[in-house]
């Protein structure tokens, strides 16, 4: 059975702090790994990693995959307020129309 | 610039009457999916729609069917709303090839 597992499932951090969200996979016909985040209303994309070893870089956020491990991680530093959010961790693959299998997310709180 | 469109925003049902969820995407996307979110269990694909014309099942079907109105609308549809039923439903569309998928706002749904 395909599953994406998600660690920790919250946690709770100062501002400044630099947070690691992990996730690992076990996933048939492998096509990439993504990164949303969800505030309130729809989970906004932030990564697509389809290769191992390649980081990709959004200001203060980054992440990478490996394919051999079967784990990405999701780095967050100099947290902010404004990073408090679920983010998911979602597999893509080639059965069921390239559906996303998710993960259970990680519920972080930045707090002042 | 709307994207995926969802409407209702929220709805609250009694046990056994029926409804329909809509949503409409403007990108021209070929792939549409419902999914369901409940908490502390991530997103689950209830059904997708991989281009015009053609539907399938995800991981949660039971209880719903669904229509590929034309390219822009996909629509999911309970027939018999259970109080399991009660979640927020989010709508996704995704481009050909492996790309990220778009969410919308989602649609809290509460049956009684």
């Known amino acids: 059975e395909d599953k994406v597992v998600q660690s920790p499932l919250s946690l709770v951090v100062h501002e400044g702090d630099t947070v690691t969200l992990n996730c690992s996979y076990e996933?048939?016909?492998?096509?990439?790994l993504l990164w949303y985040k969800q505030e309130k209303k729809a989970p906004t994309f932030l990564f697509m990693l389809?290769?191992?070893?390649i980081e990709k870089k959004s200001g203060r956020l980054s992440s990478i995959l490996d394919k051999k491990e079967l784990f990405s991680i999701l780095n967050i530093t100099a947290t902010q307020t404004g990073d408090s959010a679920i983010y998911l961790c979602?597999?893509?693959?080639?059965?069921?129309?390239?559906?996303?299998?998710f993960g259970k997310g990680t519920s972080l709180l930045v707090t002042p | 610039n709307a994207g995926v469109t969802q409407t209702p925003k929220f709805q609250v049902l009694k046990t056994g009457q029926s409804m329909t969820l809509q949503c409409a995407q403007d990108?021209?996307?070929?792939?549409m999916y419902w999914y369901r979110q409940d908490p502390g269990m991530g997103l689950r694909l209830i059904y997708y729609?991989?281009?015009?014309?053609?539907?399938d099942k995800g991981e949660v079907p039971n209880g719903y069917n669904v229509s590929r109105l034309n390219k822009r609308e996909f629509s999911l549809r309970l027939e018999s709303a259970a109080p399991s039923q009660t979640s927020v439903y989010f709508c996704?569309?995704?481009?050909?090839?492996?790309?990220?998928?778009?969410f919308g706002d989602g649609t809290r749904l509460s049956i009684l």
């Open positions: 996704a569309s995704r481009p050909t090839g492996n790309q990220p998928q778009h």
């Open positions: 996933v048939t016909n492998f096509r990439s």
């Open positions: 389809t290769s191992s070893g």
């Open positions: 979602a597999v893509l693959f080639s059965n069921s129309g390239y559906a996303l299998n």
């Open positions: 990108m021209n996307h070929n792939s």
């Open positions: 729609s991989a281009s015009e014309g053609t539907t």
